[in-house]
């Protein structure tokens, strides 16, 4: 017969109790973590990825009415003339400065919607001269001014309509006409503003030659 109250079988007792009882610790301690884990602020890899994403994709589509101009601006020597198919009358005249400018626009890709170009202005700034220039529609562009010259639709067999909206495909051509003159190394800036939409802030540098169609990129 196997006497319970021996010293070997409390010391079996003892150590078995400790066994459990860091056994029970463990499942403890893991449990914890566990719960840490799962119910952490931080997302995991692949949620940050989706929420990233998300932004991106809904910056993109809140972004509407954006314009951009494909062609680049020409200038054109502030001398009296025809631009365009457009008698311009300058203030001053002079044949080794820009005094218009030229250039096309149209919808951006994504745009969504008219861009009331109707309502537009522009502003031009160019050193210390700033300027506030407004839409005139009339056969005689007298300076300073701003007037709309063509209107087109970048999908072939297809025209664009004659109201003062710039909708989807359809291409605007401008001639910007400040006040003031601009000689070579000179920046100016010309910021498109329409009324319902985003502006479109254009910023060059003339170049040294001055020519009858200069090309400012």
């Known amino acids: 017969m196997v006497n319970r ?11 078995l109790g400790l066994i459990l009882m860091l056994a029970a610790a463990i499942l403890v301690i893991g449990y914890l973590g566990y719960g840490e884990l799962s119910h952490s602020k ?29 062609g680049g601006i020409f200038g054109d ?10 008698p311009v009358q300058f ?12 250039l096309t626009i149209q919808p951006f890709v994504m745009t969504t919607g008219a861009i009331d170009m109707g309502h537009a202005t522009v502003f031009w700034a160019s050193g210390n001269d700033q300027e506030k220039l407004s839409l005139v529609q009339t056969p005689l ?26 909708e989807g495909s359809e291409q605007f051509t401008i001639l910007v006409c400040p006040a003031g003159h601009t000689a070579s190394y000179q920046q100016f800036t010309m910021t498109i503003a329409p009324q319902n939409g985003e502006i479109l802030p254009l910023t060059r540098t ?3 030659g001055i020519t009858s169609l200069t090309n400012l990129g």
């Open 5 to 15: 109250h021996s010293p070997y079988n409390e010391n079996a007792v003892t150590g």
């Open 42 to 70: 931080t997302p995991v890899l692949g949620a940050q990825q989706k929420q990233k994403q998300g932004m991106i994709a809904n910056d993109i589509v809140g972004t509407s009415n954006l314009i951009t101009d494909p």
């Open 77 to 86: 020597p502030a001398v009296d003339g025809v631009i365009d198919g457009v």
């Open 91 to 102: 203030r001053s005249q002079n044949a080794q400065a820009l005094g218009a400018f030229e």
């Open 141 to 166: 562009l007298v300076c300073p001014n701003w007037t709309i010259t063509q209107k087109s639709n970048f999908i072939p067999m297809k025209g664009a309509d004659q109201d003062l909206l710039l």
């Open 206 to 208: 003339v170049p040294p």
